[in-house]
Nanobody, 117 residues
Framework: VQLVESGGGSVQPGDSLRLSCVGSGFSFDMYGMEWVRQAPGKGPEWVSL????????HYADNVRGRFTISRDNAKNTLYLQMTGLRPEDTALYYC???????????RGQGTQVTVSL
């Protein structure tokens, strides 16, 4: 099982980024997926989730209306479109499944997003 994120970077407030997460080694289209972020010195913060079919999404209050989660099951890829970025969005963003049997939730290594002037 492997999840690989990409798309992070250093941007200014108000800018946009699109993160991607490619899954392999499991049936990607059978699992709900989510994005989680962790800022330096803080614990993990849930950002958004999407169901296996991509028909339902949920967001944390502080990103709703600015971030959009989506997926392309044909490409085994999860996305997070981020607009109106703020300095408080600075964090390591990683993707993971929302459920898993027989062990911890698989997750990627993360991609760094830094928002500053």
């Amino acid at each position: 099982v492997q999840l690989v994120e990409s798309g992070g970077g250093s941007v200014q407030p108000g800018d946009s980024l699109r993160l991607s997460c490619v899954g392999s080694g499991f049936s990607f289209d059978m699992y709900g997926m989510e994005w989680v972020r962790q800022a330096p010195g803080k614990g993990p913060e849930w950002v958004s989730l999407i169901n296996a079919r991509g028909s339902t999404a949920h967001y944390a209050d502080n990103v709703r209306g600015r971030f959009t989660i989506s997926r392309d099951n044909a490409k085994n890829t999860l996305y997070l479109q981020m607009t109106g970025l703020r300095p408080e969005d600075t964090a390591l963003y990683y993707c993971r499944t929302t459920s898993w049997t027989g062990g911890p939730l698989p997750r990627g290594q993360g991609t760094q997003v830094t928002v500053s002037l």
